[in-house]
Antibody, heavy 121, light 106 residues
Framework: EVQLLESGGDLVQPGGSLRLSCATS????????MGWVRQGPGKGLEWIAT????????YHADSLRGRFTISRDSSKNTTYLQIDSLRPEDTALYYC??????????????WGQGTLVTVAS | ERVMTQSPASLSVSPGDRASLSCRAS??????LAWYQQKPGQPPRLLIY???IRATGVPARFSGSGSGTEFTLTISSLQSEDFALYYC????????FGQGTRLEIK
């Protein structure tokens, strides 16, 4: 059974940083790209970033490039999202999702339950 | 950037009836379109990809059609568990989602 479990969400002050983690199981980790998608309170879905199965290639949404960095550790079957210079508008539920293909970014066939990031003073 | 526009924003349909949800792309995305279902407190669930291919385990009452810029998700004979929020997503370029259509019980 494919499982994705996010962690690392927290209440942080504007300007702070966070690293979100996504631990996976139930599939061959290196065979799939992995991505992060966020959903603001009462809002729609926004793609943030995707990393290829090998970890060599990364793709970030233009509007978020520079503050968000995706990475992965194949020895831990875990994907990460580093978020710097947090802003109140970054408040959202952050989902980790498995890309349907090896390279990505494309569509997402399995999703975690999400981890909540709240940015407020 | 491909902008995805879904219509209507909400749709009221009676159980057992048919529902058609639309998604329009600002420019051609060929068939690189996926549909997701989201229920309150849950993550999105993949229903359809490549515009018309049902994901594993998705009931046959869900079908997708279209190519280019116009796409439709059709749910025949609505069941109680189908009343939810539906998103389309293009992946012809950097992924982008529509704003969603809420399917409500009439």
């Amino acid at each position: 059974e494919v499982q994705l479990l996010e962690s690392g969400g927290d209440l942080v002050q504007p300007g702070g940083s966070l690293r979100l983690s996504c631990a996976t199981s139930g599939f061959t980790f290196s065979s799939y790209a992995m991505g992060w998608v966020r959903q603001g309170p009462g809002k729609g879905l926004e793609w943030i970033a995707t990393i290829s199965g090998s970890g060599v290639s990364t793709y970030h949404a233009d509007s978020l490039r520079g503050r968000f960095t995706i990475s992965r550790d194949s020895s831990k079957n875990t994907t990460y999202l580093q978020i710097d210079s947090l802003r109140p508008e970054d408040t959202a539920l952050y989902y980790c999702a498995r890309d349907h293909y090896l390279v990505g970014p494309t569509l997402f066939d399995f999703w975690g339950q999400g981890t909540l990031v709240t940015v407020a003073s | 950037e491909r902008v995805m526009t879904q219509s209507p924003a909400s749709l009221s349909v009676s159980p057992g009836d048919r529902a058609s949800l639309s998604c329009r792309a600002s420019q051609s995305i060929n068939s690189a379109l996926a549909w997701y279902q989201q229920k309150p407190g849950q993550p999105p669930r993949l229903l359809i990809y490549e515009a018309s291919i049902r994901a594993t385990g998705v009931p046959a009452r869900f079908s997708g059609s279209g190519s280019g810029t116009e796409f439709t998700l059709t749910i025949s004979s609505l069941q109680s568990e189908d009343f939810a929020l539906y998103y389309c997503q293009q992946y012809n370029s950097w992924p982008s989602f529509g704003q969603g259509t809420r399917l409500e019980i009439k």
